[in-house]
C-alpha cells in the first residue's frame, strides 16, 4: 500500500522510542517558499508535499498518537534517494521542507529536532526519502 511509511517502529515499556519510515522525495527549499503579495508562502509543490507526508502519518498511524513523539527531543537521521544522477545541494532537500511537514505528525515543533543526520543514498525512480526519528 502505498500510503504506508512507518517501516518498524520500536517501543520500550510503551513509549515509542524510534520509528523508521519511507517519505516521497523532499521539495527543495528553493521551490518550497513563493512570494505572494510581499509575503512567502508555502508554494503548491511545497503544499502537495506536505499534505501527502501527513496523509502517510494518518494513514499508518494504526492507533498510535499523534503526534508520535509529543512533546520529547527528537534525533533525524535521512538518506535521500534522488530521482535522477542531478547534481543537489544536500541542504536544499534536508531542511525546512522536511522538518515542518514532520509537524504534528512526529512532534509538536521542529525545535524539537535536536540532532540532524543527512547524506545521499542510491538513485531511486520517482525518488524517496528514508527517515528515522529516535526519541533523545
Known amino acids: 500500500d502505498q500510503l504506508r511509511m512507518i517501516r518498524s517502529l520500536s517501543k520500550t515499556d510503551g513509549v515509542i522510542k524510534a520509528v523508521q519510515m519511507d517519505l516521497p522525495f523532499p521539495v527543495s ?36 498518537p499523534v503526534p508520535l513523539f509529543g512533546d520529547s527531543d527528537v534525533g533525524l537521521s535521512m538518506v535521500l534517494h534522488p530521482p535522477d544522477k542531478r ?3 544536500i541542504d536544499n532537500f534536508s531542511g525546512k521542507s522536511v522538518l515542518d511537514s514532520l509537524i504534528g505528525g512526529l512532534y509538536l515543533d521542529d525545535s524539537q529536532v535536536r540532532t540532524l543526520h543527512v547524506e545521499f543514498g542510491e538513485i531511486v525512480k520517482g525518488g524517496k526519502l528514508d527517515l528515522i526519528c529516535t526519541r533523545i
Open 29 to 64: 527549499v528553493n521551490t518550497y517558499y513563493r512570494h505572494y503579495n510581499n509575503r512567502m508562502v508555502i508554494s503548491a509543490r511545497g503544499r502537495k508535499f506536505r499534505q501527502e507526508v501527513e496523509q502517510r502519518i494518518l494513514a499508518s498511524k494504526e492507533g498510535l
Open 87 to 89: 547534481k543537489r545541494d
